[in-house]
C-alpha cells in the first residue's frame, strides 16, 4: 500500500523517510518551486526558514533532551543536522544548503520515496500524512477545513536577517560566547547607553510593512516576537532578552557593556550570520537604517532581510489522537507546524512519530503512543489534550512533562532536577522496539 505525504519541508521529510524505513512506498508532494509560500527561498526539501539552530544540544534542556530521544527513535534528520553542524557553543546549528541538500540526496536516493515536485490541493483518498506546515496553501487549506469543520487559529511568524561577515567592523565587534563557555563563536557588536539610545529611537520610529486585511487579527507567537515588538513593551526591554549584555565580555577592553547585538553563524564557510533576536516585519529601508546604527554593522552588506508571515494550525485537541492520527479517519495523520507544535526539532519530532505511526496503521500493527516522562510524549499529548479549550503553538518546555517526587534540595537545583528528569526519559525511550 502507497502513502501520500504532503510537504517536504521538515516533518514530511522525516515522516517519508520513516516509512520508507520500513519497506511502504511514498509519494511526496512539494508545491515548490510552481508555488511559492513567500518566506521559502529554494525549491529544496527540509528548508530551514527563519533561523540555521536547531537548539541546544544538551539534554538538561527540554530541546536537548528531545533531539536525544528522536536520536534513539532513528531520527534521519537530526543526524543530517549534527553531520552539517556549524559552530554555535552548545546550540546545534547547521548550514542551511549543506543540511538541505543532504535531505535531498536521502529522499531522491531512496527506492520507496517518489518525489514529486507539485502541489496537491485535495486531500487524497489514500493513506495520508499532512506536514504542509504553518503556510499550507489556500486550495488545500480550503480542503482541511472542509474536512474538519473547524476554522485555523494563526499567528505570526517573523525572519531574522542574515549579515555578510566580511563586511562586519572587527575593530568594534568580537568573538565570545557567554560566560566564556565553550568555544568563541558568535559575534558581538556591543553598545554603550548612547549608542542604545540612537538604536532604539530609530527602531520604535521606524516603518512596517502594512498587514493583509486577513493578517490583522492573527496572534504573535510569544518566543518568537518581532524586535519592533518587544522593543515597545519598554526601553529596556531588549536589554533583557536578545540584546542582553551580561557574561559577554570583549577581552580586548574588559568593559562593561550596555546592551549587545549577537551574530550567529549561518552557513559552514563562516560567511553568513544571522542576527539573534532580530526577526523584524520592519520595511527594509528602516531595516538597513537600523542595522548601520549598530556598532560593527555601519558597512554592514544584508543579504537577507527580515521578513514577517502568517503561520496556521489546526486544533488538534479535537481533531487527533496522541498519535497524530485523526480522530475521524484513521489512515489520515498530521505533522509538523500545522498541528500546533513550534520549533524545528518539534516538527521534525512529529513528522518522526506520524511516519512511524502511518507505518504501524499499514502494518496492522499497535500505534506507537509514547509516555509523558518523554519530551515528545509529553509535547503530542499535550497539543492533543482535550481538555484544551484554546490551543497556543508550543515548544518542548519542562512544563509539560510528568513530574516526578524529588527531595526540596533537589527541585531547588535546575540542573540536577533536570538530569534526573532527562536520565528517566532516556532511560524509557531505551527501551522502545519500533
Known amino acids: 500500500m502507497k502513502v501520500c505525504v504532503i510537504g517536504a519541508g521538515l516533518a514530511g521529510s522525516e515522516a517519508a523517510l520513516q516509512l520508507a524505513k520500513r519497506g511502504i512506498e511514498v509519494d511526496l508532494y512539494e508545491m515548490r518551486p510552481k508555488a511559492t509560500t513567500g518566506a521559502h527561498k529554494t525549491e529544496k526539501p527540509a528548508e530551514l526558514v527563519c533561523s540555521n539552530s536547531l537548539g541546544s544540544l544538551d539534554i538538561t534542556g527540554a530541546s536537548g533532551l528531545l533531539k536525544e530521544e528522536m536520536s534513539l527513535l532513528g531520527s534521519y534528520l537530526i543526524e543530517a543536522a549534527k553531520a552539517s553542524r556549524v559552530p554555535a557553543g552548545a546550540a546545534l546549528a547547521v548550514d542551511r544548503e549543506v543540511f538541505s541538500t543532504e535531505i535531498e540526496r536521502l529522499i531522491n536516493e531512496n527506492p520507496y520515496i517518489n518525489y514529486i515536485k507539485e502541489e496537491i490541493t485535495q486531500i487524497p483518498d489514500i493513506p495520508t500524512i499532512i506536514a504542509s506546515g504553518p503556510l499550507t496553501s489556500d486550495a488545500l487549506s480550503a480542503s482541511i477545513k472542509d474536512f474538519t469543520g473547524e476554522e485555523y487559529l494563526a499567528f505570526f511568524d517573523a525572519i531574522a536577517p542574515i549579515i555578510e561577515k566580511n563586511s562586519i567592523d572587527f575593530d568594534k565587534a568580537f568573538y565570545a560566547n557567554r560566560y566564556n563557555k565553550g568555544e568563541a563563536c558568535y559575534i558581538n557588536c556591543p553598545m554603550n547607553k548612547e549608542q542604545y539610545d540612537v538604536f532604539y529611537n530609530i527602531l520604535i520610529n521606524a516603518p512596517k510593512i502594512e498587514l493583509k486585511d486577513f ?111 485523526s480522530k475521524k479517519r484513521p489512515d489520515l495523520f498530521f505533522a509538523g507546524q500545522i498541528t500546533g507544535t513550534e520549533g524545528y526539532t518539534e516538527s521534525i519530532a512529529s513528522g518522526l512519530m506520524a511516519g512511524i505511526n502511518m507505518s504501524k496503521f499499514i502494518l496492522g500493527e499497535p500505534m506507537l503512543e509514547l509516555s509523558q516522562v518523554s519530551m515528545l510524549g509529553a509535547l503530542l499529548k499535550y497539543i492533543t489534550f482535550e481538555g484544551h479549550s484554546k490551543l497556543s503553538p508550543i515548544n518542548s518546555n519542562w512544563g509539560i512533562v510528568e513530574p516526578i517526587e524529588l527531595p526540596k534540595k533537589i527541585k531547588k537545583d535546575k540542573k540536577q532536577k533536570n538530569t534526573i528528569l532527562a536520565n528517566r526519559s532516556l532511560d524509557y525511550v531505551k527501551t522502545i522496539t519500533i
Not at 515588538?229 to 559577554?248: C, E, I, N, Q, Y
Not at 570583549?250 to 553568513?272: F, H, I, P, S
Not at 556598532?295 to 496522541?322: D, T
Request: net charge neutral; proline share 5%.
Open 215 to 325: 493578517e490583522r487579527d492573527a496572534k504573535f507567537f510569544e518566543s518568537c516576537l518581532p524586535v519592533e515588538v518587544l522593543a515597545s513593551r519598554g526601553v529596556d526591554t531588549l536589554r533583557f532578552g536578545p540584546m542582553k549584555p551580561v557574561g559577554l565580555v570583549d577581552d580586548r577592553t574588559g568593559e562593561k557593556n550596555y546592551a549587545v547585538v549577537q551574530l550567529r553563524q549561518d552557513d559552514m564557510a563562516a560567511e553568513l550570520y544571522n542576527m539573534v533576536g532580530f526577526q523584524t516585519n520592519l520595511i527594509w529601508g528602516a531595516q538597513k537604517e537600523l542595522i548601520k546604527s549598530i556598532p560593527g554593522l555601519e558597512n554592514a552588506n544584508v543579504v537577507r532581510y527580515g521578513v514577517m508571515h502568517k503561520n496556521m494550525f489546526i486544533f488538534s485537541p479535537k481533531l487527533l489522537n496522541a498519535t497524530l492520527q
